[in-house]
């Protein structure tokens, strides 16, 4: 968990509300089943801002194929997001600490953001090919796969 001062440095504040900017034609807000509650509004991070709505395109391993960080911000990402499973399993957390942490290894210096991986695991990794049965879990022994009966 970040310390409290640094922690002080993340905050959201809504702007607008697309329904107070623009005026919708009458036809659209019955198509769309009421008024637009979209709303744009300012994430603060200790990296920098991001403006809502954002363009946050995939790294999925700590880069996005084939552009370069620079190009990234000249093409309007605001933060980009990496795959905390991909990078678990190569290069590893040891890398990513020893190159000053995610953003110095993308050479990103603006926000970033990771998911958890849940995804990945269970197509790549220890649920791979596996039904887990989540109904035995509390009965099985610390660390096991519980298998679906009839399953790999």
């Known amino acids: 968990m970040l310390p409290a001062a640094a922690r002080s440095d993340f905050g959201f504040a809504v702007e607008h509300r697309l329904a107070e ?8 807000l019955e198509a769309n089943g009421g ?3 979209g709303r744009t509004g300012t994430i603060t991070t200790p990296h920098g801002t991001i403006r809502t709505p954002a363009f946050v395109p995939v790294g999925t391993a700590a880069t996005v194929k084939a552009v370069l960080p620079e190009s990234m911000a000249e093409l309007g990402a605001q ?14 957390a ?3 600490d020893a190159a000053g942490g995610l953003g ?4 990103w210096s603006g926000p970033t953001f990771t998911d958890s991986g849940g ?4 197509s790549l990794g220890s649920g791979f090919r596996k039904v887990i049965d989540m109904s035995t879990v509390a009965a099985s022994a610390a660390g096991d796969d519980d298998v679906a009966t009839g399953k790999e």
Request: aromatic content about 14%; hydrophobic content about 55%.
């Open 21 to 28: 900017t623009a005026t919708i034609a009458g036809g659209r």
């Open 104 to 107: 110095a290894f993308m050479n």
């Open 119 to 122: 995804f990945q695991v269970m």
């Open 35 to 37: 008024p637009f509650l």
């Open 79 to 92: 933060a980009l997001l990496a795959n905390a499973y991909h990078l678990y399993l190569q290069p590893g």
């Open 94 to 96: 040891d890398v990513l």
